[in-house]
């Protein structure tokens, strides 16, 4: 049986997600070992599926994706992790699969950040804060948030459910 041609990066983004996912719920970070394999497979596998013009479409889909949240990792909002993670994506995705997961991945997390909050009656609190500082201009050079605010939380499993609603969900075309 031949697999359809997406399917293979997509099924490998979604292995590679779920792996980063585990470590990242599991220690709070997404190993290197397992994102510069992945960053180099895009490339390749599109190389060998589509000569150079699939190449440059996985190294554009590199930058595409990994862009966005270098900014981020720079200004202390985003780890190290998550930003090979979602360049890896674009290069096994390339770039517009890899904004629709990125896009995706940030708005859940968003969800669950403020679900988070509300659940633990920090809600009003952290907007607050959040709006604090939106008008005074703090680019993350400002002290982090309060322990009883919750700051930290882990993109992996967002990546990771992303992922498998873009590349397999009812728009995605991957599925009959």
Not at 41 to 51: I, K, R
Not at 87 to 92: C, I
Not at 102 to 116: R, V
Request: a positive charge; charged letters at 10%.
């Amino acid at each position: 049986m031949d697999l359809p041609l997406p399917l293979v990066p997509w099924a490998g983004s979604v292995a590679v997600a779920a792996v980063a996912a585990a470590t990242d719920l599991r220690s709070g970070r997404i190993p290197t070992a397992l994102t510069y394999p992945a960053l180099a497979a895009g490339p390749l596998w599109h190389t060998a599926a589509g000569g150079s013009s699939g190449l440059t479409a996985a190294l554009l889909g590199i930058v595409a994706a990994g862009l966005g949240p270098a900014l981020l990792h720079r200004g202390g909002v985003m780890g190290g992790g998550d930003v090979k993670l979602f360049g890896a994506l674009g290069g096994l995705l390339g770039g517009h699969a890899a904004l629709e997961v990125q896009w995706l991945s940030l708005c859940l997390i968003a969800l669950y950040a403020l679900g988070a909050a509300a659940w633990r009656g920090q809600l009003r609190a952290t907007l607050g804060l959040v709006f604090r500082r939106l008008r005074r201009g703090d680019s993350g050079t400002a002290a982090p948030f309060p322990e009883q605010v919750p700051g930290e939380v882990r993109l992996g499993g967002a990546i990771l459910l992303a992922c498998v609603i873009v590349g397999f969900g009812p728009t995605g075309g991957l599925l009959p």
